[in-house]
């Protein structure tokens, strides 16, 4: 990480699930964990992951949303990121109301454009060993800080900022530890891969509470003495 944040070595591993109706300058890797952990009893989750089913429903938005055109307070990130008919069969998919990685599992597979892609691979990369909620606040911070001014103005570019440049850590670990971005395991490319889709998709942030910087629980950066911290879920605290 850059200045503030101290950069780890090695993945973050991560992974996601939805049921029901599906649905900042720093970051701190962690060491891998299970990739299978347990279903997630978070009430708060559930009341946002409840929202989905009726946000993704409806053609007309989903082909709105496909156009890069945002028909809701929750802005669409680009243009090539959300493939409508990968939307339209999540909503279409989700009708069960609890929340465990077996109900996302149950749930087609998605795809996407370039931003898509960059979202999958930093919620697989970051927190697939995370709970669900863990995961949709990972996704949270990355789209939060694409729509703030103070960092790049799409998924990719927040994800690999500061690869590549002299003087200047990554903000993800993974972009820069030398090995190849290749999510191995099916299972938690799958669900990185869904949640990816319903957060490009206009899903509602309200699990981090605007948050733009996380760090794992391990470490303690200088910068967090003078942020306010709006979220701890798993092995991850959130902070803008």
């Known amino acids: 990480m850059n200045g503030l944040h101290s950069p780890a070595s090695g993945r973050l591993p991560m992974v996601f699930a939805i049921a029901a109706s599906l649905l900042g300058t720093v970051f701190a890797p962690i060491a891998a964990r299970a990739e299978t952990p347990a279903p997630v009893p978070t009430a708060a989750v559930a009341q946002v992951l409840g929202q989905e089913r009726a946000r993704l429903a409806g053609t007309g938005r989903l082909a709105e949303l496909a156009k890069g055109r945002a028909t809701s307070v929750t802005p669409v990130i680009g243009t090539r990121n959300v493939d409508p008919g990968s939307a339209r069969a999540l909503a279409g998919a989700a009708g069960k109301s609890t929340l465990t990685f077996a109900a996302l599992d149950a749930l087609p597979e998605?795809?996407?454009?370039?931003?898509?892609?960059?979202?999958?691979?930093?919620?697989?990369?970051?927190?697939?060993?995370?709970?669900?909620?863990?995961?949709?606040?990972?996704?949270?911070?990355?789209?939060?800080?694409?729509?703030?001014?103070?960092?790049?103005?799409?998924?990719?570019?927040?994800?690999?900022?500061?690869?590549?440049?002299?003087?200047?850590?990554?903000?993800?670990?993974?972009?820069?530890?030398?090995?190849?971005?290749?999510?191995?395991?099916?299972l938690p490319r799958e669900r990185a891969e869904k949640l990816a889709t319903l957060m490009l998709a206009g899903r509602e942030r309200t699990v981090t509470d605007g948050a733009t910087h996380f760090h794992a629980a391990r470490v303690r950066p200088s910068w967090a003495r003078v942020m306010t911290r709006t979220a701890r879920i798993g092995h991850h605290s959130f902070y803008r």
């Not at 979202?119 to 694409?146: D, T």
């Not at 799409?154 to 999510?183: E, I, K, L, P, W």
């Open 110 to 186: 998605t795809t996407g454009g370039a931003d898509w892609k960059c979202l999958s691979e930093a919620i697989y990369f970051e927190s697939r060993g995370e709970p669900l909620a863990g995961q949709i606040a990972v996704a949270e911070v990355i789209l939060n800080r694409v729509d703030s001014p103070s960092y790049p103005k799409n998924v990719c570019g927040v994800t690999h900022q500061g690869v590549g440049t002299a003087g200047r850590s990554c903000q993800f670990s993974y972009a820069c530890d030398g090995r190849a971005d290749t999510m191995k395991s099916a």
